[in-house]
């Protein structure tokens, strides 16, 4: 058969393999087969660009350079729900219904409240052509790419079903407790920073630029509202009913109910059972069924009139505080941590729970022996909400007692200024090392700024500086960090290429295989490119992307060091936060004295030939603007090739622009500027080959 009718059947194939699994539940091939067929349609993609399809099966992998978000407006406006804690609201919601239809019968749909980020999809002819986050309810970010990758969103429905040629349907994207589970797990291993709850891993994921790290991380969808003109009918719940025919996920835990009690009943066999459910749901939504009724009651300002949401009280229990420590973490940033009485709470015991930072501590005024109020939310760690208030005779009785006893505790685990009229304050200097704190602008966190010295932040550098996105040295993680450094071998990250067989050895082990790993793997890390270095060196806020945007600038790191605020600050992406830490970090001693024995031991500290090859001055002096949606290169790309070549990147159009580097879709208003001002517009194609001239 010919290579292009093979596609064709391939996609089709597996547009029916992905309704069987998803929508039926009963796939009639393995995970296995399907991967098989998945990886002959790539196969022959990759050797016909010209039957490039957004929608095929295959997108679903995701592309490392594909995704710029650019804001679109909604066809209508998203807007949110009313919420309630409280079922006298719940009550009052339904008689407002009741009002507001003039005594006519209604039934309310009963749906659970996913706990994740909401999204419109669009579709075209059956096809997927659109996905935009919520944003500010008016315009949000065209997400399309990443959300091609959840495999529960159908990229094109069955021919022939009874979906309108247009319609929307809105849902929420959210991350599985199996992915979430598995991605902290992954983080921990890599020293990078835990997600708090699935809500904000779907939401960080969803907008990673890399589509291919989202295909990843397993996020799922559920979809809840059908929108557009010609949907099947006046039922909300019908109309979902036919979009599961479509082959869209929908919750199968909603129901129709016509009296109040049974709205209750609904939400509190759902407030226990939803434990059981794979995904995080924090409340219900009542939803008024008739489409009519719905248009009759219509809007307030923010909400509509015909829906409500009730959420679930997070589970609290009562305990007594018995001190507060402060924990210093791998970045320096300092946490209260409330040490309490054991208490039982959603099903486990707690016994510790965070106070966050300053500000969340103060405005709890704790006293040691306070009763206090422990919560378990989204959040998987506990935090205390607040005091208890019991009856005022009781509480003078206790809380004098029990201060008398525990300050003493406390002012042996801590400096005494923590406590003053027994109020617990927050501490001023690093409980650890004894630095004061600093706190940085925007942050809500006091920082230990003794980078060099103070124990945690030191592991907490060489933990980065090992970690896979910058020196990737994987044969060993943190605990083994802890281990060298507790042992005297190491006190940062450069007494790594100096450790010995000898060394780390245990000796009483015969075989030294791991051992030799270890170095091996060090070892190996010398050939690692400059950008990763320059990003394992941990520069305060120079990311993986800043120093990516820095090595290809500046090209090594003698130049990097170097640079003024201003030859940094002119950089698209380096703004004053990050150019002030690198001034500050190359004007500490202890810093350069590291750097130089990195180089010494031969890691990489310029950009390789091939990078350096690639740079020019063939836009010296020109004042170039990006617009649109590119093929070949991100958006980033782009900004990057333009400095290479020592151009400049602006944002917005001005006399002074000598050209715009056009994609598809570029905004209407930059477009009218630019011919007004006679502007040159480049394609892609042109601005390359302007580039290889
Ligand atoms: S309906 C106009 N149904 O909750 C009605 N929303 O507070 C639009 N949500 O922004 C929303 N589960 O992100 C609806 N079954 C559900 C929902 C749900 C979760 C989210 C959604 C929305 C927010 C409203």
């Known amino acids: 058969m010919d290579e292009i009718k093979r596609i064709l059947q391939l996609r089709e194939e597996l547009h029916q393999h992905n309704y069987r699994y998803y929508v039926e539940n009963s796939p009639v091939i393995s995970d296995q087969e399907f991967d098989f067929l998945m990886h002959e349609l790539q196969d022959l993609e990759s050797k016909h660009p010209e039957m490039a399809d957004a929608n ?54 009963c749906e659970l409240k ?49 979906y309108p040629r247009q319609f929307e349907i809105r849902g929420e994207v959210l991350m599985p407790w199996s992915s979430f589970d598995r991605l902290n797990a992954e983080r921990e291993q890599d020293g990078e920073p835990l997600f708090a709850n699935p809500r904000n891993a779907a939401s960080g994921t969803l907008k990673s630029k890399n589509s291919s790290t989202v295909a990843k991380r397993g996020l799922d969808a559920y979809l809840y509202y059908l929108l557009g003109d010609g949907i099947p009918g006046d039922g909300h719940y019908q109309n979902l009913e036919a979009a599961a025919r479509w082959g ?51 809007m307030t300002a923010k909400s509509p009139r015909w829906a409500i949401a009730y959420k679930f009280q997070a589970e609290q229990a009562e305990t007594t505080l018995r001190q507060v420590v402060f924990q210093v973490g791998r970045t320096g940033a300092v946490t209260p941590v409330a040490n309490m009485d054991p208490v039982q709470l959603a099903g486990t015991q707690v016994r510790r729970a965070t106070l966050h930072n300053a500000e969340v501590m103060a405005s709890l005024d704790l006293h040691v022996g306070d009763r206090v109020l422990v919560e378990k939310g989204g959040e998987i760690i506990p935090k205390i909400v ?5 009856p005022a005779p009781e509480r003078q009785k206790t809380t004098d007692k029990q201060r008398s006893t525990a300050e003493g ?37 006091y920082y230990c700024p003794n980078e060099t010295e103070c124990p945690p932040l030191i592991l907490g550098r060489i933990e980065h500086f090992i970690s896979r996105k910058a020196m990737n040295i994987n044969s060993f993680g943190p605990e083994t960090v802890d281990d060298y450094y507790h042992r005297g071998l190491i006190h940062d990250a450069a007494d790594l290429y100096e450790l010995t067989e000898e060394q780390i050895a245990n000796p009483f082990a015969t075989d030294r295989k791991g051992v030799r790993k270890i170095l091996a793997s060090i070892e190996q890390s010398k050939q690692v490119p400059f950008e990763r270095v320059l990003f394992a060196i941990g520069i305060r806020f120079v990311g993986e992307i800043a120093a990516k945007t820095l090595a290809r600038y500046y090209g090594s790191m003698e130049k990097v060091a170097e640079a003024s605020l201003e030859s940094l600050t002119q950089i698209n992406g380096i703004g004053e936060a990050i150019a002030s830490s690198i001034i500050r970090y190359f004007a500490n001693s202890v810093n350069r004295a590291f750097v130089e024995r990195l180089r010494g031991y031969g890691l990489q500290m310029e950009i390789g ?16 603007v990006i617009s649109g949606v590119f093929q070949h290169h991100s ?25 715009v580097l056009a994609g598809e879709n570029m905004g209407p208003a930059k477009l009218e500027k630019a011919q007004k001002l006679g502007i040159r517009i480049m394609n892609e194609d042109e601005f390359l080959s302007l580039l290889e001239t």
């Not at 005494?416 to 650890?432: A, G």
């Not at 030939?609 to 170039?624: D, P």
């Open 56 to 109: 095929s099966p295959t997108q679903r992998v995701g592309s490392d350079l594909n995704n710029e978000f650019e804001t679109v407006a909604h066809t209508r406006p998203m807007l949110s729900l009313g919420n309630t804690y409280n079922r006298q609201e719940v009550a009052d919601f339904w008689q407002r219904v009741s009002e507001g239809l003039m005594g006519a019968p209604f039934q309310i749909c």
């Open 248 to 298: 869209f996920q929908i919750s199968k835990n909603m129901r129709l109910v016509s009296t109040l009690d049974e709205v209750f009943a609904y939400i509190d066999y759902w407030d226990k059972e939803r434990r059981n459910l794979p995904v995080a749901t924090d409340g219900v939504v009542l939803k008024v069924n008739s489409l009519a009724q719905q248009k009759s009651l219509g």
């Open 409 to 445: 505790k406390v002012n042996c685990q801590l400096t005494t200024d923590t406590i003053q009229n027994s109020r617990i304050k927050f501490v001023e200097y690093c409980p650890v090392c004894g630095s004061k704190l600093v706190r940085y602008e925007g942050e809500a966190a």
């Open 609 to 624: 030939e091939q990078q350096k090859q690639a740079r020019s001055n063939k836009l010296e002096g020109q004042t170039i």
């Open 114 to 162: 996913f706990d994740g980020l909401s999204i419109s999809l669009h579709y075209e002819d059956g096809c997927l052509v659109r996905a935009v986050t919520r944003g500010d309810g008016a315009q949000g970010d065209d997400v399309t790419a990443n959300i091609r990758t959840i495999r529960s969103i159908p990229l094109r429905l069955p021919a022939g079903g009874d």
């Open 386 to 390: 607040g005091k208890a208030v019991p």
């Open 635 to 659: 958006r980033d790309e782009y900004k990057a090739l333009i400095e290479q070549h020592g151009g400049k990147n602006v944002g917005s159009i001005s006399a002074k622009t000598n050209f």
